[in-house]
């Protein structure tokens, strides 16, 4: 069974949206523009990057890094040939970039629970909010790496949806605060029946 990772960057009240700058969010680019740049606290992108062995997008993230990531050859060079799976129920084959390396289209959480099961490595997410509320009520999300940034930033998509659902379990086995009041949290998420 493959893992299947959110990573995230999130504010301290839980919002994820635009935190690179993306148009339509008042206080956009909030993990720049607010908090100083500490390169230590970034270690966990490289290292997704190395230990990533394919990514999970929803339709509106795809749309969104899709024009952009596969020019941006030295953040994001390994991201670029990863295979790429897009949850989505309108996209076709049409609406795919032809420069981002071998791409599928998955319809449907059941979908994305079938490539679990297959082989392989771990399976990473970004962005892809509605996408990542979808697989955590599913109960198929298995860790999480967040990067919590001391901010309150108010309205916003956040990480975690309001689906009316049992408690999830989680544990810490990953944590580092920066001296810019980031903290790094990996949590992985534990099953009834779990050691």
């Known amino acids: 069974m493959r893992t299947l990772i959110i990573t995230a960057f999130m504010s301290l009240d839980g919002v994820m949206e635009a935190p690179g700058g993306e148009e339509g969010y008042r206080n956009a680019g909030w993990t720049y523009r607010d908090i100083p740049f500490d390169e230590a606290a970034y270690e966990i992108k490289g290292r997704e990057q190395d230990e990533a062995t394919a990514l999970l997008l929803g339709r509106r993230s795809y749309e969104a890094f899709s024009p952009v990531w596969p020019e941006m050859t030295e953040d994001f060079a390994r991201y670029n040939g990863l295979p790429k799976y897009v949850v989505s129920t309108t996209l076709t084959a049409d609406d795919l970039v032809d420069n981002w390396g071998p791409t599928t289209i998955l319809r449907s959480v059941e979908d994305v ?14 962005g892809s909010a509605t996408l990542g509320h979808s697989l955590s009520e599913a109960g198929l999300v298995d860790r999480y790496h967040l990067l919590v940034f001391p901010l309150l930033l108010g309205a916003g998509t956040r990480l975690f949806g309001a689906a009316d659902v049992d408690a999830t379990s989680l544990v810490l086995t990953e944590h580092e605060a920066y001296g810019n009041g980031v903290q790094k949290m990996i949590f992985d998420v534990t099953r009834t029946g779990s050691t």
């Open 113 to 126: 629970a079938r490539l679990k099961e297959t082989d392989g490595g771990p399976i990473l997410v970004h």
